[in-house]
């Protein structure tokens, strides 16, 4: 079983920044992949981006160049730092862990066996 609790969401103004986090409760992750996905209203969650246990990273093109994802295992934490934010980025974040072996793409959301609560990110002025 895993636990996932993402912080770091809030209100920030177009340009901005913000570092999401996710720490897992978990006896390990190892061979586990984390993702970010996000969800507005009114619309599916959709993917973000995705860190392999061998720090292979996936990104949606929405978010390429403009968002970083990586993960501390030591610590248990994955990080998604967005930079150049703009009101598209606004929705819900959440973080997700499944085992390797049962993924393929690392994109879909189904692929996905355990997920967190979400963190509220908003851009706006």
């Known amino acids: 079983q895993v636990r996932l609790v993402e912080s770091g969401g809030g209100l920030v103004q177009p340009g901005g920044s913000l570092r999401l986090s996710c720490a897992a409760s978990a006896r390990t992750l190892s061979g586990y992949a984390m993702g970010w996905f996000r969800q507005a209203p009114g619309k599916e969650r959709e993917f973000v981006a995705a860190?392999?246990?061998?720090?292979?990273?996936y990104y949606a093109e929405s978010v390429r160049g403009r968002f970083t994802i990586s993960r501390d295992n030591a610590k248990k934490t994955t990080y998604l730092q967005m930079n150049s934010l703009n009101p598209e980025d606004t929705a819900d974040y959440y973080c997700?862990?499944?085992?390797?072996?049962?993924?393929?793409?690392?994109?879909?959301?189904?692929?996905?066996?355990?997920w967190g609560q979400g963190t509220q990110v908003t851009v706006s002025t």
């Open positions: 860190c392999k246990w061998n720090s292979i990273t």
């Open positions: 997700a862990a499944t085992p390797e072996v049962i993924a393929t793409t690392f994109v879909r959301p189904n692929e996905y066996a355990y």
